[in-house]
């Protein structure tokens, strides 16, 4: 994932897990849940382009 936003020209990029991230839907929340998936939030900065 990282590779990817790098690739695309971003710097300084950083994910954060988010706590207590809830799917509206429980059905998606427990399909997500037997898969290990969490929400991650990525930052990044792009340089301005000349």
Known sequence: MFDLFEGAGFNQVRSI??????FRK????AAAESYG???VLF?????ATP
Request: glycine fraction near 0%; avoid cysteine; proline fraction near 11%.
């Open 43 to 47: 930052s990044a900065s792009k340089p």
């Open 17 to 22: 897990v988010v706590p207590r991230f809830r």
């Open 37 to 39: 998936v969490k929400a």
């Open 26 to 29: 429980d059905a998606t929340q």
